[in-house]
């Protein structure tokens, strides 16, 4: 996933269609019945109701039946489309597709323009949105372009990515982590250290001879809480750096959990992931999932979605 814009989900009866855009096809349901044509998907036919409905391959040209450009983001997602075309395209077959109008200067766009279809694939997966464009411009497919291609590197090799910069931010989103960071040994000092600073000295922690006998590890662990803050010795390369913000506040976690131990001596790495991007009235905010591991454990010991806010 690059985008996070607002995607259509495919339904059982509407997956043929999704999958056909996907092949840079346009298929609609016909009635073997009736012959009549049917959009959107349904499983019976609109005109004389029977329930064998096939898939056919379409042209895609058709005529602009109506249109209206948005002025002001339909969503704060489409804002680096101003204006949208939002509009109705009736087939050569009759049926009417509410859709994008692209690549048609305002002044050119007329009520019962011949169109055609575009496949616009909006994501590296290759999920591919129908849109159409006049009949005298190039049709066909329209390739997916990484909105981060083009922007600037700073010395540590980071891609810039303004605040302002929606679409490059949204691209983040790649659900790919990073590289894993430097090493830190959390030895039985550190969890001692970390038993005074904070009271919590259960004997699980801070007891190496009971911890033998009594304790399901057979060894003492250290505090989860330990271990996440020991994010901070670990060096993760974020593959970017957002620039053009005021501030930047750590604004919590939206999740936090321990799932596998850290036994004392053992050593720790962790690796990272943005997850979300979302934009709200309060900036924008950036969730980014930190893992910390045992080395060599593929159970993470800690998973934190930590919240950081630009504005
Ligand atoms: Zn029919």
Request: charged share 20%.
């Amino acid at each position: 996933m690059a985008t996070l814009k607002p995607m259509p989900v495919a339904t059982k009866i509407s997956a043929p269609f999704w999958q056909a855009l996907k092949e840079n096809q346009l298929k609609i349901q016909q009635c073997k019945q009736c012959e009549g044509w049917v959009f959107f998907p349904r499983n019976h036919c609109s005109h004389c109701l029977a329930h064998e409905l096939q898939w056919q391959q379409v042209s895609g040209e058709g005529t602009l039946y109506s249109y209206t450009l948005t002025r002001i983001p339909t969503m704060p997602e489409f804002s680096d489309e101003m204006p949208q075309a939002l509009a109705v395209v009736e087939l050569a077959q009759g049926v009417r597709i509410n859709t994008t109008l692209i690549d048609v200067a305002e002044q050119d766009i007329k009520i019962g323009m011949p169109v055609k279809a575009v496949f616009d694939k909006v994501s590296s997966d290759g999920d591919t949105l129908l849109r159409f464009t006049s009949i005298n411009n190039a049709g066909g497919v329209r390739e997916y372009i990484n909105p981060l291609n083009g922007l600037e590197r700073n010395d540590k090799g980071q891609v810039q990515v303004p605040l302002s910069n929606l679409a490059a931010l949204y691209a983040l989103a790649d659900n790919k982590y990073t590289d894993w960071s430097n090493v830190v040994v959390v030895d039985q000092d550190l969890i001692n250290a970390f038993a005074d600073l904070s009271g919590d000295d259960y004997w699980l922690h801070t007891d190496p001879e009971r911890a033998k006998t009594d304790s399901p590890f057979k060894t003492t662990i250290a505090h989860g809480s330990l271990v996440q803050v020991l994010q901070s010795r670990l060096t993760i390369a974020l593959p970017f750096e957002i620039i053009g913000f005021n501030n930047m506040v750590n604004y919590g976690s939206n999740r936090l959990r321990f799932p596998a131990p850290v036994p004392a001596g053992a050593t720790i790495y962790g690796r990272s992931k943005v997850k979300d991007i979302s934009v709200s009235h309060k900036g924008v905010q950036l969730t980014l999932e930190m893992n910390i591991h045992v080395v060599g454990n593929d159970k993470p010991s800690v998973i934190n979605d930590l919240v950081i806010l630009y504005r």
